[in-house]
């Protein structure tokens, strides 16, 4: 839509081919029926330096929509968590000690920070960069557990130029859009069309070539082809390299050698704040032993009362592409993230209280069939521990297994 934008005040008239049903494409958003805001699909915020965005969002007129509350990113460190979103909190936290460690990894920050060399630092991995210069013990500690939980086995390849534009772009307050990241597409797709730019939604291309007449022909898979004088694909990579076999040789093979991640996110809906702290991003490096890798509790970014007052938690994790997570339903990924605890919890009382039941009614009411007064404390036994099992107790479990409730800072 960007593009399309700067092609309509060029003097093009684009089309803009869609295969899903709305805008939006990874930014994209849902809302339940009685919440008044969206929740991104997954979680997404803008930084205050995010100046290209901001520009785009500024020329839209749709700047008075943008909001930037200030939420809190934490880090553990022996139990506690800790806010790691500024140098000053990343200078408190006291993972690294107060000596001389600290000094390199404050040092180090600073550098980077104010340094616009990325030319220099792209000649470097993450990992020999950081081992030089901030050494170790900082690199162990403080980056290698987070390189680790968003590049998987490839931790070692990341270039220190995008560690660079990481730590550069950082902003404590971070911005998000009235009504949702779902309603910005939506308001910016409104704009694009009152300037003449055709959306053509759930049109999927299955084939890019180009004309021997001149222009490249696009397939949709429910339309017939149609030619087009240029087309820019902003589909991944890979997609491109499937699309467009047409393409030259060594530009193909060089879409198809890139690696890349997959994010699961998981979006829960809970009845209770899980940070009472207000914390929203929890960094949660593998070692300790979660089944994902960051939790961000997105009601404490933007209000509740968008939700009907309920808590909108994220559970996200990034993983190899082939991994299991990848094909699961979203009950079983549920399963995988909250283990079975309060199922098993709940079937154990469900029969002792069963058994409980039944000998009371053995021995106080012989005279009613033993087998029915048997099968229907079963059956009460069961709606008691269903009743009890589904209520709250996910955010209990949350709440006492991510240790958020304990001590933090
Ligand atoms: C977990 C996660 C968190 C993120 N957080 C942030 C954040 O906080 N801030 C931020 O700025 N960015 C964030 N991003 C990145 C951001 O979502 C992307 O940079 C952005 O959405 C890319 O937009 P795009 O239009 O280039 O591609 P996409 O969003 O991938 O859109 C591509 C579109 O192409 C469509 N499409 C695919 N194949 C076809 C086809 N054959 N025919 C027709 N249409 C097709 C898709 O349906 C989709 O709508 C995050 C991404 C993820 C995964």
Redesign the pocket.
């Known amino acids: 839509?960007a593009a399309a934008w700067d092609f309509v005040r060029a003097g093009h008239t684009p089309t803009i081919?869609?295969?899903?049903n709305f805008?939006?494409?990874?930014?994209?958003g849902f809302k339940a029926p009685h919440w008044d805001w969206s929740v991104e699909k997954?979680?997404?915020?803008?930084f205050q330096s995010?100046a290209h965005?901001l520009g785009l969002i500024n020329e839209l007129g749709l700047n008075e929509k943008v909001l930037f509350p200030r939420p809190y990113t934490v880090l553990n460190h022996n139990g506690k968590w800790y806010p790691f979103d500024s140098i000053l909190n990343a200078l408190r936290y006291p993972g690294l000690g107060w000596g001389l460690n600290k000094l390199r990894f404050g040092l180090v920050g600073l550098y980077l920070r104010t340094t616009n060399n990325w030319r220099a630092l792209e000649q470097h991995t993450v990992e020999t960069w950081m081992r030089k210069w901030a050494g170790d013990r900082v690199y162990e500690q403080m980056w290698q557990p987070l390189l680790i939980g968003k590049f998987g086995p490839f931790y070692k390849d990341v270039n220190m130029a995008w560690m660079w534009a990481r730590l550069k772009a950082r902003t404590t307050r971070l911005g998000t859009y009235q009504g949702g990241f779902q309603q910005f597409s939506d308001d910016f797709a409104e704009k694009l069309r009152g300037m003449g730019v055709t959306f053509a939604l759930e049109?999927?291309?299955?084939k890019i070539h180009p004309d021997p007449a001149g222009g490249v022909t696009i397939h949709p898979t429910n339309q017939a082809p149609v030619t087009f004088d240029q087309v820019l694909v902003?589909?991944?990579p890979g997609?491109l390299a499937q699309?467009a076999p047409a393409l030259p040789p060594t530009y193909l093979a060089g879409l198809q050698a890139l690696k890349h991640m997959g994010?699961v996110?998981l979006v829960l809906s809970l009845k209770h704040q899980l940070s009472e702290q207000g914390y929203y991003w929890f960094n949660i490096p593998k070692n300790l032993g979660y089944p994902f890798l960051a939790v961000v509790e997105h009601t404490n970014f933007v209000s509740p009362a968008h939700f009907g007052g309920e808590h909108i938690l994220y559970c996200?994790d990034y993983l190899p592409i082939d991994h299991p997570y990848f094909s699961l339903s979203k009950e079983e990924l549920l399963a995988q993230f909250l283990p079975g605890k309060k199922a098993a919890g709940s079937a154990v009382f469900a029969l002792v209280a069963a058994l409980g039941l039944w000998l009371v009614a053995k021995r106080h009411l012989f005279l009613v069939d033993i087998f029915w007064i048997g099968l229907l404390s079963i059956g009460v036994a069961f709606a008691v521990a269903y009743l009890l099992g589904s209520d709250d107790t996910e955010a209990a479990w949350l709440l006492e297994e991510l240790d958020i409730t304990g001590e933090s800072v």
């Open positions: 839509m081919y869609e295969s899903t805008v939006g494409g990874l930014a994209s997954f979680y997404h915020h803008w995010d965005m049109t999927p291309i299955s902003t589909t991944s997609q699309l994010a996110v996200g």
